[in-house]
């Protein structure tokens, strides 16, 4: 281990193993790529399941996010206003009080 390396960790006893993996062995490399391959897998059956769905539902997906839509729209707005404002209200309580906050 390198002395760069044992003055950063603050327990050096916590990464001093050896161990038989190596970075990147279940990669996969189609077209060039360096793909993890379980999440790349799960991450595009999730997507491509989902997108079939959609398409095979036209009807209930345009009901179901015709009804999202305006209501987050309409629930976070007010949520958002506050997180929005609690933001400038924190920086002048900060840079105004004796105190601080």
């Given at each position: ?96 009080c004796p105190s601080?906050?």
């Amino acid at each position: 281990m390198s002395e760069t390396k044992k003055m950063l960790d603050p327990d050096p006893r916590v990464w001093d193993f050896e161990t038989e993996y190596e970075l990147g062995q279940d990669n996969i490399r189609p077209f060039g790529l360096d793909i993890h391959n379980p999440v790349f897998v799960i991450s595009s059956v999730v997507i491509a399941g989902f997108v079939l769905i959609a398409l095979a539902n036209q009807e209930a997906t345009a009901s179901f996010f015709g009804w999202l839509r305006p209501w987050l729209t309409s629930t976070l707005t007010g949520s958002s206003s506050c997180r929005w404002m609690r933001s400038p209200c924190f920086v002048w309580r900060l840079s105004f009080c004796p105190s601080g906050p």
